[in-house]
């Protein structure tokens, strides 16, 4: 499974858009580039997914260049409750789910 | 839609002593997943199940540890003569079992060994 390095930590005012970009050298062909996020004393809450170029849902939008060696999860206008640990993931389904989780990006949001 | 739901929220214990832990997936879910996660550190696979079958189990999963899933709905997992070092969060996890799907976490059960 491809190593994911992002920013340990990340700080914010409400009503900023926040770019939290993470590298993926090793990615192959068949991974796709997931993006959950985690409260304290909650699991973790998948947010977007994406092979290439640009996604985007009402929550996130991630950017993925050609090449797939990082990916950006943008979030637009924050509030205080995005306040959250954000891991960036990079998986291939061989039959299931194995996700591998760094540390994340613990993003702190204020006022 | 109910979520995935984990039993106890909260779990403290001696250790010697034996713990089970119980996760209800989301009803239409096959697949079920275990992962542990300490403080400051991001979630590592424990073990997953396809149904009834236990199909894949970490090697952090020692032979105190044993998870199962009876009947292919709820599971458990049990921790046998607890050490202070199994002290973390618990998540379960499950999905639909489709390519490149999307998990779903349970709040967790946050396991204190004294």
């Known amino acids: 499974l491809a190593k994911t390095t992002q920013p340990i930590s990340m700080d914010s005012y409400e009503g900023q858009e926040v770019n939290i970009t993470c590298s993926h050298n090793?990615?192959?062909?068949?991974?796709?580039i997931t993006w959950y996020q985690q409260f304290p004393s909650q699991g973790p809450r998948f947010i977007i997914q994406?092979?290439?170029t640009k996604v985007t849902n009402e929550v996130a939008s991630l950017f993925i260049p050609a090449d797939r060696k990082s990916s950006t999860l943008s979030l637009p206008r924050v509030s205080l409750s995005d306040t959250a640990v954000y891991y960036c993931?990079?998986?291939?389904?061989?039959?299931?789910?194995?996700?591998?989780f760094g540390t994340g990006t613990r993003l702190l949001v204020s006022p | 839609d109910t979520g995935v739901s984990q039993n106890p929220r909260h779990k403290i214990t001696k250790r010697g002593q034996n713990v089970t832990f119980r996760c209800d997936p989301i009803?239409?879910?096959?697949?079920l997943y275990w992962y542990r996660q300490t403080l400051g550190q991001g979630p590592e696979f424990l073990t997953y199940?396809?149904?009834?079958?236990?199909?894949?189990k970490s090697r952090l999963l020692s032979d105190r540890f044993s998870a199962e899933r009876p009947k292919g709905s709820f599971s458990t997992l049990e921790i046998q003569r607890t050490e202070q070092g199994d002290s973390a969060m618990y998540l379960c996890?499950?999905?639909?079992?489709?390519?490149?799907?999307?998990?779903?976490f349970g709040s967790g059960t946050q396991l204190s060994v004294l």
């Open positions: 009803s239409e879910h096959n697949r």
């Open positions: 996890a499950s999905s639909l079992g489709v390519a490149n799907e999307k998990l779903f």
């Open positions: 994406g092979y290439k």
């Open positions: 993931l990079v998986a291939t389904d061989t039959g299931f789910q194995k996700l591998v």
């Open positions: 090793n990615i192959a062909t068949n991974d796709y």
């Open positions: 199940f396809q149904n009834e079958a236990q199909l894949e």
